[in-house]
């Protein structure tokens, strides 16, 4: 069965350090990857997304990340954040022919502390 | 350009009454898919329509059901509920180019609901 596993629950920085949030997934085809986030109150909203091609794709927000198809795995980077970056992150991936169905990951909840 | 909307917003209901959900479609879109998200848990698919028909179902049973309208808009209909049921009802909507791949979908706000 498809699984995506987010490493990191609860993620704590201060503002203009580095960011990255693992994210591996299981399924042996041809995968669609995206990112979501959610911030306080508001609903979920795309990051950024990868379908074929460079494998480094960047994103909204400064945000970008990189499949590593080996690895499976789709992580996500920003080299500087701001405090306005708070929110909960969702890895969610999406294999061909499994009838448009998103697979998420738990989450990782960032606190970037001004 | 209206999203992805969602009504109601919240609901009650009680152990063992029905409920029914309802979303409207991204100006454009004519997939619906819902998700259930449980507190501090990632959203969990539980079936997607598209041309008025469901294309794919996760693992839930079957008093879980929807419809898709001509217009794109949708239903999701719960019927005997348990307390498990109380959780946030995400609604996504995407335009269909391709039937193998998984396109982008946009979230709605998503209707919170709580079984007491």
């Known amino acids: 069965a498809q699984s995506v596993s987010q490493h990191n629950h609860h993620v704590i920085l201060s503002e203009a350090a580095s960011l990255e949030l693992g994210c591996n997934y299981s399924y042996g085809g041809t995968v669609n990857l995206f990112w979501y986030v959610q911030y306080p109150g508001q609903h979920l909203q795309l990051l950024l997304k990868y379908f074929s091609g460079d494998p480094l794709v960047k994103g909204i927000k400064g945000f970008e990340a990189e499949f590593i198809k080996s690895k499976f795995s789709f992580n996500l980077r920003k080299p500087s954040v701001q405090w306005s970056d708070t929110a909960e992150y969702f890895c969610?991936?999406?294999?061909?022919?499994?009838?448009?169905?998103?697979?998420f990951g738990q989450g990782t909840e960032l606190s970037v502390k001004p | 350009d209206a999203g992805v909307t969602q009504s109601p917003t919240h609901l009650i209901k009680t152990r063992g009454q029905q409920v029914t959900l309802r979303c409207s479609p991204k100006?454009?879109?004519?997939?619906v898919s819902w998700y259930q998200q449980a507190l501090g848990q990632g959203p969990q698919f539980i079936f997607q329509y598209y041309e008025e028909e469901e294309r794919q179902r996760g693992n839930f049973p079957d008093r879980f059901s929807g419809h898709q309208y001509p217009n794109y808009s949708s239903e999701l209909n719960v019927n005997a509920l348990l307390l498990g049921d109380s959780a946030l009802y995400l609604c996504a909507s995407s335009w269909t180019s391709d039937l193998t791949s998984t396109d982008t979908q946009y979230f709605g706000p998503g209707t919170r609901l709580t079984v007491l």
């Open positions: 100006s454009g879109h004519d997939t």
């Open positions: 969610a991936v999406g294999g061909y022919n499994q009838g448009g169905k998103l697979i």
